[in-house]
């Protein structure tokens, strides 16, 4: 007869007041961290004339993560008043257009345009020299085991 398999402690338990120290709080240098690389990535798209916002609305967009409002005030972990303001300064540059939904008036869809798909093709190359730059000295292995628990974390809380 084989012995039950050994269980992990709540994870509860990981984390207690007693112990709390901001500066090494996990949430703190995830907090710390993204701060950071939003900072990186604001400097590197402001010679494309955007903001970091806008270069991750229309990356949203141009992915297909996000198609409304809603979806880019969700992707985006933003109200809706400030997507709305966002979404204003984008089109009054033509960088995306808005259409109301004929079956649902109330549903506003976005589409990126061709000005817009161009900033977006330089993109992927601004967030690659950001993120370089804050990886410096680290392996594949440790950034796919980074990125597996930034999924683990955001899976644990969808649902």
Do not use: W
């Not at 949203?60 to 979806?71: I, K, Q």
């Not at 033509?94 to 079956?103: K, N, P, S, T, Y």
């Not at 977006?120 to 950034?143: Q, W």
């Not at 628990?149 to 969808?158: G, K, T």
């Amino acid at each position: 007869m084989s012995a039950a398999p050994q269980s992990s402690p709540p994870t509860a338990d990981l984390f207690q007041p007693s112990d709390y120290r901001m500066c090494e709080s996990v949430g703190y240098l995830i907090t710390r961290a993204r701060s950071l690389i939003g900072h990186g990535v604001e400097q590197e798209v402001s010679e494309l004339d955007i903001t970091q916002a806008q270069a991750s609305c229309l990356m949203a967009l141009a992915n297909g993560s996000a198609r409304t409002v809603t979806d880019l005030g969700r992707e985006l972990a933003t109200d809706m008043g400030s997507v709305t303001r966002l979404l204003s300064r984008m089109e009054k540059r033509g960088l995306i257009e808005r259409h109301r939904r004929d079956a649902d008036r109330r549903v506003v869809d976005l589409v990126v345009t061709p000005l817009g798909h161009e900033l977006v093709a330089k993109l992927p190359a601004v967030f690659c020299r950001v993120l370089s730059h804050h990886f410096r000295g680290f392996s594949e292995d440790e950034i796919n085991t980074l990125r597996a628990f930034l999924h683990r974390m955001i899976d644990n809380n969808s649902g």
